[in-house]
T-cell receptor
Framework: GEDVEQSLFLSVREGDSSVINCTYT??????LYWYKQEPGAGLQLLTY?????DMKQDQRLTVLLNKKDKHLSLRIADTQTGDSAIYFC???????????FGSGTRLSIRP | NAGVMQNPRHLVRRRGQEARLRCSPM?????VYWYRQLPEEGLKFMVY????????ESGMPKERFSAEFPKEGPSILRIQQVVRGDSAAYFC????????????????FGPGTRLTVL
């Protein structure tokens, strides 16, 4: 089946690390994505990971993939107020047209 | 290179009216996808089109919804006889390669059209 789940809210203090978690059910997914959506805006692709990788790092972002547990996480180091947004976890099979999205995690930053 | 463009950005319709949402893909992209985002939910795939062809409409409601991507001009998502439950943000995405091709193939998203049905 196709299902991507993530917690709805996360609140962190400015300067701390944020970790957003996601689980997916379909083991044949090939690409896993993290998108960012700011209020009233479209989706911005933050990063993606191929399913044969365990980790990917890009500046302040670190993606970890545990394929055995079907668990994906996004760590944002030194969280800033500009990181306030909804973060969507998503998956896609290599030869499928559609991306399957989770419901999104709303990240809020405390001063 | 302009990104994916959608218009209108906001659309208000009364129940029973028709809604037409337009999407112009990025330059050089001939593959278009439509997604719907209900309030407080993630995006749900609706349809994938290439020029003049519907490739995958597995996410489209069977009635009242249709999509096209003509040889010339933007892709259109049409909703007939709108109901309150159609109120949502509708996002269009485009990609440079076929959505069915293997390998990495990023979908670039537009800013969305927010439809409100009164």
């Amino acid at each position: 089946g196709e299902d991507v789940e993530q917690s709805l809210f996360l609140s962190v203090r400015e300067g701390d690390s944020s970790v957003i978690n996601c689980t997916y059910t379909d083991s044949s997914s090939t690409y896993l994505y993290w998108y960012k959506q700011e209020p009233g805006a479209g989706l911005q692709l933050l990063t993606y990971i191929f399913s044969n990788m365990d980790m990917k790092q890009d500046q302040r972002l670190t993606v970890l993939l545990n394929k055995k547990d079907k668990h994906l996480s996004l760590r944002i180091a030194d969280t800033q107020t500009g990181d306030s947004a909804i973060y969507f976890c998503a998956e896609r099979y290599s030869s499928a047209s559609k991306i399957i999205f989770g419901s999104g995690t709303r990240l809020s930053i405390r001063p | 290179n302009a990104g994916v463009m959608q218009n209108p950005r906001h659309l208000v319709r009364r129940r029973g009216q028709e809604a037409r949402l337009r999407c112009s893909p990025m330059k050089g992209h001939s593959h278009v996808y439509w997604y719907r985002q209900l309030p407080e939910e993630g995006l749900k795939f609706m349809v994938y089109l290439q020029k003049e062809n519907i490739i995958d409409e597995s996410g489209m409601p069977k009635e009242r919804f249709s999509a096209e991507f003509p040889k010339e001009g933007p892709s259109i998502l049409r909703i007939q006889q709108v109901v309150r439950g159609d109120s949502a943000a509708y996002f269009c995405a485009s990609s440079p390669r076929s959505g069915l091709a293997g390998g990495y193939n990023e979908q670039f998203f537009g800013p969305g059209t927010r439809l409100t049905v009164l």
